[in-house]
Protein backbone atom coordinates (compact mmCIF):
# COMPACT_ATOMS: atom_id res chain seq x y z
CA UNK A 1 0.00 0.00 0.00
CA UNK A 2 1.27 3.27 -1.09
CA UNK A 3 1.70 5.89 1.75
CA UNK A 4 -0.59 8.41 0.20
CA UNK A 5 -2.77 7.60 -2.61
CA UNK A 6 -4.70 9.46 -5.41
CA UNK A 7 -6.81 8.70 -8.53
CA UNK A 8 -5.00 9.77 -11.33
CA UNK A 9 -7.35 10.70 -13.15
CA UNK A 10 -7.99 12.47 -15.32
CA UNK A 11 -10.88 14.58 -14.19
CA UNK A 12 -12.69 16.82 -16.68
CA UNK A 13 -14.70 19.76 -15.20
CA UNK A 14 -16.48 22.64 -17.38
CA UNK A 15 -15.14 26.02 -16.64
CA UNK A 16 -16.54 27.74 -13.32
CA UNK A 17 -17.46 24.18 -11.47
CA UNK A 18 -15.99 23.48 -8.42
CA UNK A 19 -13.31 20.77 -7.86
CA UNK A 20 -12.88 18.02 -5.52
CA UNK A 21 -9.58 16.47 -5.10
CA UNK A 22 -8.63 13.81 -2.88
CA UNK A 23 -6.26 11.94 -0.95
CA UNK A 24 -5.80 8.87 1.45
CA UNK A 25 -2.90 7.95 3.28
CA UNK A 26 -1.79 5.41 5.39
CA UNK A 27 0.65 7.02 8.20
CA UNK A 28 -1.33 8.09 10.90
CA UNK A 29 1.48 10.13 12.39
CA UNK A 30 1.61 12.47 9.81
CA UNK A 31 1.19 16.39 10.81
CA UNK A 32 1.45 18.48 7.81
CA UNK A 33 -0.36 18.36 4.60
CA UNK A 34 0.73 19.94 1.15
CA UNK A 35 -1.07 20.47 -1.94
CA UNK A 36 1.22 21.69 -4.91
CA UNK A 37 -0.29 22.07 -8.44
CA UNK A 38 1.99 21.29 -11.28
CA UNK A 39 1.81 21.91 -15.14
CA UNK A 40 3.38 19.99 -17.28
CA UNK A 41 6.91 19.93 -17.87
CA UNK A 42 7.36 22.54 -14.70
CA UNK A 43 8.44 22.02 -10.76
CA UNK A 44 4.95 21.67 -8.59
CA UNK A 45 4.09 24.89 -6.88
CA UNK A 46 3.16 24.96 -3.40
CA UNK A 47 -1.01 26.10 -3.19
CA UNK A 48 -1.82 25.26 0.17
CA UNK A 49 -0.62 23.58 3.49
CA UNK A 50 -2.17 23.05 6.55
CA UNK A 51 -1.19 21.31 9.65
CA UNK A 52 -3.49 18.73 11.62
CA UNK A 53 -6.75 18.37 11.11
CA UNK A 54 -9.15 20.94 9.62
CA UNK A 55 -10.06 23.63 7.05
CA UNK A 56 -7.72 26.35 5.07
CA UNK A 57 -9.41 28.43 3.02
CA UNK A 58 -7.31 30.96 0.19
CA UNK A 59 -9.24 32.29 -2.30
CA UNK A 60 -10.91 30.08 -4.55
CA UNK A 61 -9.10 27.34 -2.94
CA UNK A 62 -10.07 25.13 0.56
CA UNK A 63 -7.85 22.91 1.99
CA UNK A 64 -9.48 20.22 4.25
CA UNK A 65 -7.82 17.48 6.52
CA UNK A 66 -9.43 14.77 8.32
CA UNK A 67 -7.34 12.67 9.99
CA UNK A 68 -9.59 10.46 11.82
CA UNK A 69 -10.30 9.03 8.25
CA UNK A 70 -6.91 10.15 6.86
CA UNK A 71 -8.40 11.69 4.09
CA UNK A 72 -7.25 14.99 2.18
CA UNK A 73 -9.11 17.31 0.08
CA UNK A 74 -8.73 20.80 -2.20
CA UNK A 75 -11.80 21.98 -3.67
CA UNK A 76 -11.72 24.65 -6.33
CA UNK A 77 -14.27 26.90 -6.54
CA UNK A 78 -15.10 28.88 -9.85
CA UNK A 79 -12.94 26.80 -11.88
CA UNK A 80 -10.60 27.98 -14.46
CA UNK A 81 -9.15 26.38 -17.60
CA UNK A 82 -5.94 27.77 -16.20
CA UNK A 83 -6.07 25.91 -13.14
CA UNK A 84 -5.53 22.63 -15.80
CA UNK A 85 -2.52 20.95 -14.58
CA UNK A 86 -1.44 18.01 -12.07
CA UNK A 87 -2.35 18.25 -8.79
CA UNK A 88 -0.11 16.38 -6.07
CA UNK A 89 -1.00 15.99 -2.44
CA UNK A 90 1.72 15.33 0.27
CA UNK A 91 2.09 14.42 3.88
CA UNK A 92 4.60 14.88 6.10
CA UNK A 93 5.75 14.08 10.19
CA UNK A 94 7.34 17.59 10.09
CA UNK A 95 10.62 18.47 10.80
CA UNK A 96 13.08 16.88 8.05
CA UNK A 97 11.46 14.08 7.89
CA UNK A 98 10.57 13.22 4.28
CA UNK A 99 7.66 14.22 2.74
CA UNK A 100 5.70 11.62 1.00
CA UNK A 101 4.21 12.67 -2.68
CA UNK A 102 1.06 11.21 -3.89
CA UNK A 103 1.14 10.68 -7.66
CA UNK A 104 -1.18 13.01 -8.42
CA UNK A 105 -4.59 13.79 -10.01
CA UNK A 106 -4.48 15.43 -13.55
CA UNK A 107 -7.75 18.24 -14.21
CA UNK A 108 -8.92 19.31 -16.63
CA UNK A 109 -11.02 21.91 -16.72
CA UNK A 110 -13.02 22.61 -20.12
CA UNK A 111 -13.98 26.45 -21.36
CA UNK B 1 7.95 31.23 0.12
CA UNK B 2 11.37 30.93 -1.25
CA UNK B 3 12.71 30.83 -5.08
CA UNK B 4 14.39 28.46 -6.26
CA UNK B 5 16.04 28.19 -9.91
CA UNK B 6 17.69 25.09 -11.46
CA UNK B 7 19.99 25.17 -14.70
CA UNK B 8 19.84 23.96 -17.09
CA UNK B 9 16.36 23.88 -17.63
CA UNK B 10 16.95 20.65 -20.13
CA UNK B 11 20.06 19.24 -21.15
CA UNK B 12 20.36 16.10 -23.94
CA UNK B 13 23.51 14.07 -23.53
CA UNK B 14 25.48 10.96 -25.12
CA UNK B 15 25.49 7.58 -22.55
CA UNK B 16 28.42 7.68 -20.92
CA UNK B 17 28.67 11.06 -20.28
CA UNK B 18 28.51 12.94 -17.19
CA UNK B 19 25.81 16.09 -16.67
CA UNK B 20 25.64 18.41 -13.83
CA UNK B 21 22.58 20.34 -12.84
CA UNK B 22 22.64 23.16 -10.96
CA UNK B 23 19.69 24.34 -7.86
CA UNK B 24 19.97 27.37 -6.56
CA UNK B 25 18.26 29.13 -3.62
CA UNK B 26 18.39 33.07 -4.81
CA UNK B 27 16.26 34.54 -1.21
CA UNK B 28 16.81 31.98 1.40
CA UNK B 29 19.75 30.52 2.50
CA UNK B 30 19.38 26.55 2.75
CA UNK B 31 21.06 24.29 4.81
CA UNK B 32 19.22 21.49 3.47
CA UNK B 33 18.00 21.03 -0.05
CA UNK B 34 16.53 18.23 -1.72
CA UNK B 35 16.78 16.58 -4.81
CA UNK B 36 13.36 14.71 -6.53
CA UNK B 37 13.31 12.30 -9.69
CA UNK B 38 10.29 12.25 -11.44
CA UNK B 39 9.21 9.64 -14.41
CA UNK B 40 6.24 10.41 -17.04
CA UNK B 41 3.22 10.15 -15.41
CA UNK B 42 4.71 9.37 -11.71
CA UNK B 43 5.12 11.08 -8.68
CA UNK B 44 8.02 12.88 -7.46
CA UNK B 45 10.76 10.44 -5.87
CA UNK B 46 12.81 11.98 -3.31
CA UNK B 47 17.00 10.96 -4.53
CA UNK B 48 18.86 12.87 -1.81
CA UNK B 49 19.31 15.49 0.20
CA UNK B 50 21.61 17.53 0.11
CA UNK B 51 23.43 18.91 3.40
CA UNK B 52 25.57 21.93 3.23
CA UNK B 53 29.47 21.38 4.20
CA UNK B 54 28.42 17.60 5.02
CA UNK B 55 27.87 14.62 2.79
CA UNK B 56 24.58 13.76 1.04
CA UNK B 57 21.94 11.11 2.45
CA UNK B 58 20.63 9.31 -0.23
CA UNK B 59 17.30 7.27 -0.45
CA UNK B 60 17.25 3.78 -0.77
CA UNK B 61 18.31 2.36 -3.88
CA UNK B 62 20.11 5.47 -4.95
CA UNK B 63 23.44 4.87 -5.98
CA UNK B 64 25.08 7.15 -4.57
CA UNK B 65 28.00 7.22 -6.90
CA UNK B 66 26.35 7.47 -9.57
CA UNK B 67 24.55 10.40 -8.93
CA UNK B 68 26.88 12.61 -6.79
CA UNK B 69 25.66 15.63 -4.95
CA UNK B 70 27.72 18.91 -3.73
CA UNK B 71 26.18 21.35 -1.21
CA UNK B 72 28.97 23.76 -1.37
CA UNK B 73 27.25 26.71 -0.02
CA UNK B 74 24.42 27.83 1.86
CA UNK B 75 22.32 29.17 -1.69
CA UNK B 76 23.92 25.93 -4.26
CA UNK B 77 23.83 22.45 -4.64
CA UNK B 78 24.34 20.80 -7.87
CA UNK B 79 23.48 17.35 -8.63
CA UNK B 80 26.11 15.52 -11.04
CA UNK B 81 24.64 12.38 -13.10
CA UNK B 82 28.08 10.22 -13.73
CA UNK B 83 28.14 8.24 -16.82
CA UNK B 84 24.56 8.70 -17.85
CA UNK B 85 22.33 6.20 -19.63
CA UNK B 86 19.34 6.38 -21.23
CA UNK B 87 17.35 4.79 -18.08
CA UNK B 88 19.18 7.93 -16.39
CA UNK B 89 16.21 10.02 -18.72
CA UNK B 90 14.22 12.21 -16.30
CA UNK B 91 12.83 14.76 -14.88
CA UNK B 92 15.24 16.24 -12.25
CA UNK B 93 13.80 18.77 -9.31
CA UNK B 94 15.09 20.20 -6.60
CA UNK B 95 13.95 21.86 -3.31
CA UNK B 96 13.89 23.78 -0.31
CA UNK B 97 12.27 23.26 2.36
CA UNK B 98 10.80 25.96 5.35
CA UNK B 99 10.10 23.55 8.69
CA UNK B 100 9.14 24.49 11.79
CA UNK B 101 6.15 25.26 14.38
CA UNK B 102 2.93 24.55 12.42
CA UNK B 103 4.85 25.30 9.05
CA UNK B 104 6.14 22.59 6.80
CA UNK B 105 6.28 23.69 3.37
CA UNK B 106 8.38 23.10 0.27
CA UNK B 107 9.43 25.27 -2.97
CA UNK B 108 10.88 23.51 -5.74
CA UNK B 109 12.79 24.91 -8.47
CA UNK B 110 11.39 24.46 -12.03
CA UNK B 111 13.32 21.24 -12.77
CA UNK B 112 15.72 20.05 -15.29
CA UNK B 113 14.89 17.82 -18.42
CA UNK B 114 17.64 15.06 -19.37
CA UNK B 115 18.05 13.00 -22.44
CA UNK B 116 20.26 10.00 -22.54
CA UNK B 117 20.49 9.37 -26.04
Known amino acids: QKEVEQDPGPLSVPEGAIVSLNCTYS??????FMWYRQYSRKGPELLMY????GNKEDGRFTAQVDKSSKYISLFIRDSQPSDSATYLC???????????FGTGTKLQVIP | GAVVSQHPSWVICKSGTSVKIECRSL??????MFWYRQFPKQSLMLMAT?????????EQGVEKDKFLINHASLTLSTLTVTSAHPEDSSFYIC?????????????FGPGTRLTVL
Open chain 2, 95 to 107: SVRLTGGLTDTQY
Open chain 1, 27 to 32: NSAFQY
Open chain 1, 50 to 53: TYSS
Open chain 1, 90 to 100: AGSLGGYQKVT
Open chain 2, 27 to 32: DFQATT
Open chain 2, 50 to 58: SNEGSKATY
